[in-house]
C-alpha cells in the first residue's frame, strides 16, 4: 500500500514567518507534487518534481519554493507566509507521468492557517 | 494542457445510477483520461482511467466516445457514501504534472 505522510494535519503560522511543510512517499515514485485546495477553487498544483533536486512551477508558484534533496521527500516552503496563504495543503506521489501509471497517490492533508 | 468543464454540482438519491459528463475539447493524442474522488478533509483517490470506449472496474465505469472530446463516469446504484467531489483530468504528454479543476459535487441523499 502506497503512503504518503505529511509532517502536520494543523498548523498555525504569523505572518512574516518561514514555513516548512515536509512530504515523505514510501513507494519510491519519481514524481512528487504540491497542491492546495481553497473552497470554489478546487486543487491547484504549485510545483511538483520529476525526480531528486528537479522542479517545475505549477499554476501558482508565487510566493512559494520547494525541495528534493532525497527521492522520498519534498519540502515546500513559504519564505514568508501571508495571509492569503492560508489554505488546504495537499503533497501527491505518482510513478510516473505518463499513461496508466500517473495515478498521483495523495496525503491526508496539512490545514495552514496564517494570522 | 487539455482543459476540462464538468458541472459543479449533482443532487441523486441512494440506488440510482448517477452519470458525471466532463467535457475536454481539446483533448491531445496520447492524453489519458482520469477520474478521481474526495471525502472531505481527505486528499482525492484514483477512481477510474481510460483512453477510449468504455472501462469499467469495481466502483465506476467511465464512458469515452471515439472522438474523445467527452467522457462520462457512471456509478451505479450510488449510496449515501457516495458522497464527495469527483474530479476529471486530462493527462498530458512530457513533463508536465495532472490540473485539478474544481470538480463536481455529488451530494447522495436517502
Known amino acids: 500500500d502506497v503512503k504518503v505522510t505529511q509532517s502536520s494535519r494543523y498548523l498555525v503560522k504569523r505572518t512574516g514567518e518561514k514555513v516548512f511543510l515536509e512530504c515523505v512517499q514510501d513507494?519510491?515514485?519519481?514524481?512528487m507534487f504540491w497542491y492546495r485546495q481553497d473552497p470554489g477553487l478546487g486543487l491547484r498544483l504549485i510545483y511538483f518534481?520529476?525526480?531528486?533536486?528537479?522542479?517545475e512551477k505549477g499554476d501558482i508558484p508565487e510566493g512559494y519554493s520547494v525541495s528534493r534533496e532525497k527521492k522520498e521527500r519534498f519540502s515546500l516552503i513559504l519564505e514568508s507566509a501571508s495571509t492569503n496563504q492560508t489554505s488546504m495543503y495537499l503533497c501527491?506521489?505518482?510513478?510516473?507521468?505518463?499513461?496508466?501509471?500517473?495515478?498521483?497517490?495523495f496525503g491526508p492533508g496539512t490545514r495552514l492557517t496564517v494570522t | 494542457l487539455a482543459k476540462t468543464t464538468q458541472p459543479i454540482s449533482m443532487d441523486s438519491y441512494e440506488g440510482q445510477e448517477v452519470n458525471i459528463t466532463c467535457s475536454h475539447n481539446?483533448?491531445?493524442?496520447?492524453?489519458?483520461i482520469t477520474w478521481y474522488q474526495q471525502f472531505p478533509s481527505q486528499g482525492p483517490r484514483f477512481i477510474i482511467q481510460?483512453?477510449?470506449t468504455k472501462v469499467t472496474n469495481e466502483v465506476a465505469s467511465l464512458f469515452i466516445p471515439a472522438d474523445r472530446k467527452s467522457s462520462t463516469l457512471s456509478l451505479p446504484r450510488v449510496s449515501l457514501s457516495d458522497t464527495a467531489v469527483y474530479y476529471c483530468l486530462v493527462a498530458p504528454g512530457g513533463r508536465r504534472a495532472l490540473t485539478f479543476g474544481s470538480g463536481t459535487r455529488l451530494q447522495v441523499q436517502p
Open positions: 518534481s520529476y525526480d531528486v533536486k528537479m522542479k
Open positions: 513507494m519510491d515514485h519519481e514524481n
Open positions: 481510460g483512453y477510449k
Open positions: 501527491a506521489s505518482s510513478l510516473t507521468l505518463l499513461g496508466k501509471e500517473a495515478e498521483q497517490y
Open positions: 481539446n483533448i491531445a493524442t496520447n492524453d489519458y
